[in-house]
């Protein structure tokens, strides 16, 4: 059974810091692309930031330069890191695994609120 355990949400002050953590477990995950969506209210989901297996990174232009993703292989974790937060980052953020293309895993998702 494949599983992602988030973590780190929670609520910040625009211009604060959050890092975002996914642990993944019952696959492989050394050779999966990653990746970190995020979805507000009444807006659709969309792709905030993607890592390959050979650590080739995207990210939405909206977070080009505040955040980071990473990935510890030894940890079977990614991270987010997400800096200058502003109350637009507030939504519930969901990590997601690719194995191969038409095997997609998600997480539970975790919430990120933003006060101004």
């Known amino acids: 059974q494949v599983q992602l355990v988030e973590s780190g949400g929670g609520l910040v002050q625009a211009g604060g810091s959050l890092r975002l953590s996914c642990a993944a477990s019952?696959?492989?995950?050394?050779?999966?692309?990653m990746g970190w969506y995020r979805q507000a209210p009444g807006k659709q989901r969309e792709l905030v930031a993607r890592?390959?297996?050979?650590?080739?990174?995207n990210y939405a232009d909206s977070v080009k330069g505040r955040f980071t993703i990473s990935r510890d292989n030894a940890k079977n974790t990614v991270y987010l890191q997400m800096n200058s937060l502003k109350p637009e980052d507030t939504a519930v953020y969901y990590c997601?695994?690719?194995?191969?293309?038409?095997?997609?895993?998600w997480g539970q998702g975790t919430q990120v609120t933003v006060s101004s």
């Open positions: 997601a695994l690719r194995a191969f293309p038409g095997a997609d895993y």
């Open positions: 019952g696959i492989t995950f050394r050779i999966s692309t």
């Open positions: 890592i390959t297996s050979s650590g080739n990174t």
